[in-house]
């Protein structure tokens, strides 16, 4: 779908309470590890992306990396 990152929609449902939760997990796949993107421009696309779906939504955003520190922190500061 997108060339740097990829979209997933998954419901999670806790079957006891009948209750289900439906999220979008957004990937930035152009980060290589233990460096930096080329280009800034995908990664602040993503960004909006993620701002867009997440317009009319309740709740906080979850931002998360392989460790929690650097790509997170990035992510963080820039929104």
Request: glycine share 8%; with cysteine; net charge negative.
């Amino acid at each position: 779908e997108y060339a740097d990152y990829i979209v997933r929609i998954v419901t999670i449902r806790l079957k006891e309470e009948e209750i289900s939760k439906t999220v979008k997990l957004f990937e930035f796949t152009s980060w290589p590890d233990h460096g930096v993107p080329d280009d800034p421009i995908p990664f602040l696309e993503m960004r909006f992306s993620v701002q867009c779906h997440h317009r009319n939504e309740e709740g906080p955003i979850l931002v998360h990396c392989g460790t929690g520190m650097g790509r997170t922190g990035v992510f963080i500061a820039v929104d």
